[in-house]
């Protein structure tokens, strides 16, 4: 359920971040290297979502130091591209995304109308994970 809001919202979410994407996809399998929740793509960038539940800062460790870097051996077809990443979740507490936001992720989240959106602050800059 988390993953298909998110998925069906990363165009319109981004958009208002100046950011447009020729492919999105989820579930993005290379065998051996597990698979990742939405990929986001539109020649100068890929941007990478995991999507969770309930966030939590070892997630966020766990995403930055392993997944973003298997990521890269996993799709070389992106190697010139800007690697950003982001998380997302149906329960975000403030510090966990803050911490996310910190370690330069795009941290999504559920409205309680059901939508999704950033809480990233406006001032933020993603980090380039290359």
Not at 67 to 93: D, I, N, Q, S, T
Not at 98 to 109: C, I, Q, S
């Amino acid at each position: 359920m988390a993953e298909e809001l998110f998925y069906r919202n990363v165009e319109s979410l981004f958009r208002k971040q100046r950011m447009m994407f020729r492919q999105i996809r989820r579930n993005v399998r290379r065998k051996g290297m597990g698979e990742f929740d939405i990929v986001a793509a539109n020649g100068e960038l890929v941007l990478v979502i995991e999507v969770k539940n309930k966030l939590a800062k070892r997630m966020v460790d766990e995403f930055i130091n392993v997944k973003l870097r298997r990521f890269r051996e996993a799709f070389p077809e992106y190697r010139g591209y800007r690697l950003l990443g982001g998380m997302g979740a149906l329960v975000v507490k403030d510090e966990v995304g803050r911490y996310a936001e910190k370690a330069g992720l795009y941290v999504l989240t559920q409205t309680s109308e059901g939508g999704a959106a950033l809480l990233n602050r406006d001032d933020f800059t993603a980090r380039d994970f290359n």
